[in-house]
């Protein structure tokens, strides 16, 4: 059975860090590409950051590069979003999902509070 567990979610003042993480289980971790999107409240969900196979090629939505940090871990099957100076308008529901051809897998989701 395929499994992405996110966690780490919470609230956090602007100005602050959080980490995300994705646990996968039931599929290929290591040759799947994995990414994490948000969807904000009335908004669609967008691509925040992705991540290759191998974890040697990553790519950044405009909004948070420089701030946040994609990683993989394929011996523990895992996919890390490090976040900093976070702002109100980074809050959302975080998703990870992996693809591979035809093929893809999505969280539920973690929410990321960004408020004084």
């Known amino acids: 059975q395929v499994q992405l567990v996110e966690s780490g979610g919470g609230l956090v003042q602007p100005g602050g860090s959080l980490r995300l993480s994705c646990a996968a289980s039931?599929?290929?971790?290591?040759?799947?590409?994995m990414s994490w999107y948000r969807q904000a409240p009335g908004k669609e969900r967008e691509l925040v950051a992705s991540i290759s196979s191998g974890g040697d090629g990553t790519k950044y939505a405009g909004s948070v590069k420089g701030r946040f940090t994609i990683s993989r871990d394929n011996g523990k099957e895992t996919v890390s979003l490090e976040m900093n100076n976070l702002k109100p308008e980074d809050t959302a529901v975080y998703y990870c999902?992996?693809?591979?051809?035809?093929?893809?897998?999505w969280g539920k989701g973690t929410l990321v509070t960004v408020s004084a």
């Open positions: 999902k992996g693809v591979r051809g035809g093929e893809s897998y």
């Open positions: 039931g599929f290929a971790f290591s040759r799947y590409a």
